[in-house]
């Protein structure tokens, strides 16, 4: 359970982040489209699903039985998160108005989350 709120922390983390650099419309929705994946085009749902998400790898991914299986799903989680990420940030011309600190706050926090979940699945168990 302990893994299981370590993932809803760094998914509530990430999806307030992205909302912020969202900012109500003005900004853009790329940094919540990595944190919620293809939630983040559906905002009411992206608020929960995000959390709810990354909860749930933290949870399953260190469960698999092999380290291929567990090392292979943390990849795909990052492919599914990064994709729709990088197509909203090289779509919208908002991107390149972030604040560089305030995106480096989230890249870094992103790194983190990623680096959480490879630390938890290639660890012994």
Do not use: N
Request: proline share 5%.
């Amino acid at each position: 359970m302990k893994r299981f709120w370590l993932g809803f922390f760094f998914g509530v983390v990430l999806t307030v982040e992205g909302i912020a650099l969202a900012g109500v419309g003005h900004g853009s929705y790329a940094p919540l489209a990595f944190a919620s994946t293809v939630f983040a085009f559906f905002p009411p749902a992206a608020l929960v699903a995000g959390s709810l998400l990354w909860a749930l790898y933290f949870l399953v991914v260190p469960s698999l039985d092999r380290a291929w299986q567990r090392i292979t799903a943390v990849l795909l989680v990052i492919g599914i998160h990064a994709t729709p990420s990088f197509w909203v940030a090289l779509e919208d011309p908002a991107f390149a108005r972030i604040s560089l600190q305030a995106l480096l706050i989230f890249c870094v926090t992103s790194l983190a989350s990623v680096g959480m979940a490879m630390f938890m699945t290639v660890r012994k168990q």
